[in-house]
């Protein structure tokens, strides 16, 4: 059962960095998947693991396409995708630390996590990306 699914408002024109937002949704719905089934805690730190290392070079290949492009909004969305880091890392060493974790909370936090970033940060940076027709 998916957790995510890819809609259109997830798209911000830049077609490697669209590219890499889906297998995102695909690791985070993969993770979910095995919460529900109840895998172990280790599994699912290690596949937060995955999910933190990824998320970390796709924020690189969008600050750099960001910087690249010249987008006013680089400082502000830079500083969200640290924040970001922080957040997953700290869900991450929840589930190490205490070796359990509920399967709901766990998905509900990692949507929220991957959901706030799109309706604002990239929803702001696709909006940049049409104004100057890229």
Do not use: C, P
């Amino acid at each position: 059962m998916s957790l995510m699914e890819w809609r259109d408002e997830f798209h911000i024109g830049i077609a490697e960095v669209d590219h890499e937002h889906r297998e995102m949704i695909g690791l985070i719905n993969e993770m979910h998947d095995e919460a529900l089934r109840g895998d172990s805690a280790e599994r699912i730190a290690a596949a937060l693991g995955e999910i933190n290392v990824r998320v970390a070079a796709h924020f690189a290949l969008e600050e750099k396409n960001m910087e690249l492009l010249g987008y006013a909004g680089y400082a502000i969305h830079k500083a969200d995708h640290e924040r970001l880091l922080d957040e997953i890392a700290g869900i991450m060493d929840d589930v190490y630390e205490t070796g359990r974790y509920e399967a709901a909370v766990l998905s509900a936090r990692m949507s929220a996590w991957f959901g706030r970033h799109f309706r604002t940060q990239d929803a702001e940076l696709h909006r940049w990306l049409e104004g100057r027709g890229k």
